[in-house]
């Protein structure tokens, strides 16, 4: 019995291929949609840690960080001084009009002192810009 | 005249695009933008500093402050951890507040660390108060 069984032909069940493409450039639409293209790779800097730490909700109109060297960095690049950091901002926000297009990313080094960060956050402030302070949330 | 003719004679070769590829050009892109993409989200805290001149000597000493000292945090002059920073924030109901009372004076020594001055930050941040930083005098 189980012989006559095997021996029916088997058909040939094709795979529905054709949409394959339309599917594949809908997920490229989706990643481009959601992606953010990072600009602070290879940056070396230990986050601070609280348990008041929330997800950021807003879109960020510029990141500043300043690395376990001291060095500061606005949207990748370094550069010299705060007074460069205040001139910055102050630029990207002429073009803004709403409240919630003033967010700037701040990352710094937990190990940094205040002479070091301390005049960052007050260029980001005196140019306008409502400082996001990265950090990692304490479980 | 003659060159008229010709043209319109020509017949149009008919020619497929070839597509057989475009679904491996689009796996191709798919593999790049995981790749690249982070979806993590950055954890942060908001603070929106305010910016202006020195207050008078009288309306700083109402407002409560928060002293860094190096590795050790002070509420209005007395010592405290930072879970006790947070009680006493949210004892003062910040978030409810109007104007000037929803301000905390936060003011810290040279050698203070970031990471002090973060947790401190987000105490004030969490519980709805307003951060005013405390300059040295020169």
Known sequence: MKRSRSK?????????IASMGDIAF????????????????NLNVTLPMSENVEKNKYSLVARIAIDADAQIFFDGRPV???????????AMLEKTV?????HVQFKCDA???KETFEPVLKAIAEAGGIIEAVGEKVE | ???????????????DIPTGSFSDIAFLL?????????LVKVKTIT????????????????TPIVNLRETDIFFNDKSVSIEELNARLAALELAEALGSKKVIMLESTRMTSYELYFQALAAISANGGVVALVEEDE
């Open chain 2, 1 to 15: 005249m003659k060159k008229r003719s010709r043209k319109q004679h020509k017949k149009h070769r008919e020619g």
């Open chain 1, 8 to 16: 029916k032909k088997r058909r040939a069940v094709p795979v529905p």
């Open chain 1, 80 to 90: 010299d001084s705060a007074k460069d950091v205040e001139w910055g901002v102050r």
């Open chain 2, 30 to 38: 798919i593999i790049y933008f995981l790749v690249a993409t982070s």
């Open chain 2, 47 to 62: 603070a929106d500093l305010p910016t202006g001149e020195k207050q008078a000597q009288a309306q700083m000493d109402k």
């Open chain 1, 98 to 102: 709403l409240e919630d297009q003033r």
């Open chain 1, 111 to 113: 190990a940094l002192p």
């Open chain 1, 26 to 41: 809908l997920l490229i639409i989706f990643f481009m949609v959601c992606s953010e293209v990072t600009k602070e790779k």
